[in-house]
């Protein structure tokens, strides 16, 4: 059951929540990710003549070359820069400058994590991964429909551990024509973006992991038919363990997703309630502004 802490409201809660990105190292942590995949598309090409068809966007990375698919695939990553330079947060794109990846476009979008988690008290912890203005649009001249999957994902979780509420929550919309699963899972096994995953519900999807799995069909809207919130229970074993987001999409050419605002959180003790999307983005944008001003006020001592 969910419940809500004293008097606090929901945007409250929400608010409380984001600010919990602040506990999170503030070092060069290079463990969350963004990772986009298009089959038919390829970026460039790996030693042995090997087809790439996945970019990775890593936390403070900002230099581009080949690596190894974390998830232990076998694959190869395009690995491009990071737009965001906080540490706990990662964009694809600037603010007003989208990133052309593949047929897609993808606009000001900003993944972050409170790794290695937060301890509120000591009865409540919480780890959470969310990604808020996520947005793409197939911008092939050619019209041709296209698929892309977009994994979020942040390793070394080291509380809440054990027996956790889990809660993941979607909301966002598709202008024009397409399909969208959502996925999400933690891994006991910690590795990055895959792994032996461990969900409440137990669903597959494409990558073999368990998983919540949702479907959007075009029109639906996550403020009216799409605004959705899963509520489970999962043992992430003692820790240290990996959390991944997932979402698999088709679109025709000229249609866009705009995902507002996701959310994948572990908490210890009694849950806290599931923020309105409107909260969420609440939380985002005074999260965004303290964590810039901590990275100026980091600047100026380093200055002085």
Known sequence: MIRRFGKWSPTLAAVAAGLLFLSAPQGARATLMFEVIQPDFTFATAPGGIPVHDV????????????????GSGDFDLVLPDQDIRAGFLSPSGTTTPA??????????????????????????????????????NN??????????????????????GNVNWTYQVFGTILGTGTISNWAWD????????????????????????????????????SGVYNQSFVGTTNVGPGPYSKTM????????????????????????????????????LAFSGLSLLGLAGWRRRGRKSAS
Do not use: C, K, W
């Open 140 to 161: 092939d001249p050619t019209g041709a429909t296209h698929s892309q999957y977009i994994r979020i994902g942040d390793t070394n979780f080291t509380t809440p551990v």
């Open 56 to 71: 990775l966007f890593i936390d403070q990375v900002f230099t581009t070359g080949l690596v190894q698919n974390p998830d």
């Open 100 to 137: 052309q990846v593949g047929n897609f476009l993808v606009s000001a979008s900003v993944a972050s994590s409170n790794a290695p988690g937060a301890v509120i008290s000591p009865t409540l912890s919480i780890a959470q991964i969310a990604s808020q203005s996520f947005s793409v649009t």
């Open 246 to 281: 997932e979402f698999d999409l088709t679109l025709a050419g000229g249609s866009t997703l705009s995902q507002r605002s996701n959310q994948l959180q572990n908490v210890s003790g009694a849950a806290v309630p599931v923020p309105e999307p409107g909260s969420m983005a």
């Open 187 to 222: 891994d006991p096994g910690n590795v990055q973006l895959g792994g032996t995953s461990n969900s409440p519900f137990g669903a597959a999807d494409p990558d073999n992991n368990s998983a919540s799995a949702i479907t959007l069909v075009s029109g639906a809207t996550f």
